[in-house]
């Protein structure tokens, strides 16, 4: 039981990487709070759900206050929650600019600001931030999407710097192609099979990819590792 007796926080948990993630988590041993915009359930005795959207005004009060006022502590965050959001730049409206950001970048300030004192007293304090490939490149109308992840990344190392004197590691993920609920053209074979080729592995990535990865970066085996950025996209970006 790599995650015994710890309490994690897993936000844009109803499905894909988030939901993969708090169910290993909860089978390590972690008492987990899973966060989502949409009302969802988890199987789990040591999983307790909350609905909750992580852009809005209450979110980092109910979201880091509930952890620790269902399971009196914090030791892990993982900022996942996230949404796409696709247009070149001279066609970009103002207000989805502002909502990608407010969902995939702010939060993991908020959220993160918010649970420092609390990871502070844990002896294994673990910031793991869900950033992406775009974070060290880009794709057309990919502006707003690629500048909050590549802001995840700096906010991270940034995280890892400050709070390294407390024991505290902050890390970030980047992946790659990965079959989740906001990349459902590769529902489509054809499209499927192009990404599938881009990789050295030949084949897309699942959630159970990254959530082994969270799982390392969460546990006493990631304990030395911090302001890292953790490639899982199958050897994507080799090749740029």
């Not at 004192?117 to 992406?132: C, D, T, W, Y």
């Not at 190392?157 to 990965?178: F, H, Q, S, V």
Request: with cysteine.
């Amino acid at each position: 039981m790599r995650l015994q007796d710890r309490v994690a926080i897993v936000t844009g948990a109803a499905s894909g990487i988030g939901r993969t993630t708090a169910e290993m988590f909860a089978a390590e041993g972690a008492k987990v709070l899973a966060v989502d915009l949409n009302p969802f359930s988890l199987d789990h005795e040591n999983i307790q759900t909350l609905d909750q959207d992580v852009s809005s005004e209450n979110a980092t009060a109910r979201i880091i206050g509930g952890a620790v006022e269902r399971f009196g502590k914090l030791d892990i965050l993982m900022n996942n929650a996230g949404i796409g959001a696709g247009a070149p730049v001279e066609e970009f409206p103002d207000d989805l600019w502002d909502k990608c950001l407010a969902v995939n970048l702010t939060p993991h300030f908020k959220l993160s600001k918010a649970a420092i004192p609390h990871l502070k007293e844990s002896k294994a304090g673990r910031i793991i931030n869900v950033a992406s490939v775009m974070a060290d490149g880009t794709d057309y109308g990919l502006a707003a999407y690629s500048a909050a992840k590549a802001g995840v990344a700096g906010l991270t190392r940034n995280l890892a710097l400050e709070l390294g004197r407390y024991g505290i590691t902050a890390n970030y993920i980047l992946p790659g192609a990965i079959r989740t609920g906001m990349t459902v053209n590769f529902k489509d074979p054809k499209i499927a099979e192009i990404w599938a080729k881009k990789s050295p592995l030949k084949r897309l990535g699942e959630p159970i990819d990254l959530a082994r990865g969270a799982l390392f970066l969460a546990s006493d085996d990631g304990g030395f590792v911090t302001g890292h950025g953790l490639n899982v996209d199958g050897g994507l970006m080799l090749r740029v």
